[in-house]
């Protein structure tokens, strides 16, 4: 889950992907507060690169109750975790799915934009019609420590198909020549920032 404010990241958005893929999860994107910003097309065109790549993306505002009775279709009958960066409203998210919750709820700084970790517990709540939605607390610095190269890998899903093509078994695809990953960079078939998310993560 991410949000207009605080505003969504594409390093981190990978971050959560990298550890749902690893989990074998099935994944939605959710991007909350969508009554914010004053420039939806912009909005979705950042969101288009996850799209191409199959992920489904949810554009909600729990505030202005938009879209919310859709997606919860999808929660129903399932156990739902939320992450997401504090502030971008996963508790208010679970109240107004079960609204008898009253689950804390606390304002971002006006300056920062930050939220300020209000949830300090990771809870399983019962969907009184069928379900779980399990609240995390919002990580401060969503660490890959214990992920290796190979996992991060696979974790940029649309990667897949081309790494049986570089011309090195063990291709890192950094530095390799003949790389089919980098040449579909440079065709289009990958997406550049995701390209770069995935040197930063690997090299960190
Ligand atoms: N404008 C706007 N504000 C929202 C929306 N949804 C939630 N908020 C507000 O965002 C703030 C943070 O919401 P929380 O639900 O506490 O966020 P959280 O993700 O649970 O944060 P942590 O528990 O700290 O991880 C609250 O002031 C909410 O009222 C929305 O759709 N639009
Ligand atoms: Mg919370
Ligand atoms: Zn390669």
Do not use: W
Not at 27 to 50: A, G, Q, R
Not at 118 to 138: A, M, R, V
């Amino acid at each position: 889950m991410v949000a207009i404010e605080p505003h969504y990241q594409f390093e981190l958005i990978d971050r959560y992907l990298i550890v749902a893929e690893n989990a074998k999860l099935p994944i939605n994107i959710v991007v909350n507060k969508i009554e914010l910003t004053n420039n939806i097309k912009k909005v979705k065109y950042d969101f288009s690169m996850y799209k191409n790549i199959g992920y489904s993306i949810n554009y909600l505002s729990v505030k202005e109750q938009i879209n919310i009775d859709n997606f919860k279709l999808k929660l129903d009958n399932k156990t739902n975790i939320f992450l997401g960066q504090s502030g971008v409203g996963k508790s208010s998210l679970i109240n107004k799915l079960i609204p008898e919750l009253n689950l804390r709820v606390n304002e971002i700084s006006t300056k920062s934009k930050l939220g300020k970790h209000t949830t300090t517990n990771t809870t399983l709540y019962q969907i009184p019609s069928g379900g779980d939605l399990i609240d995390s607390p919002g990580i401060r610095k969503f660490q890959l420590d214990e992920f290796s190269n190979q996992e991060i890998l696979n974790g940029f899903k649309e990667f897949n198909p081309f790494t049986n093509a570089c011309k090195f078994r063990n291709c890192a695809h950094i530095f390799e020549p003949k790389c089919a990953i980098k040449s579909a960079v440079k065709l289009g078939d990958i997406h550049k920032k995701r390209y770069q998310s995935y040197i930063t993560l690997v090299s960190s």
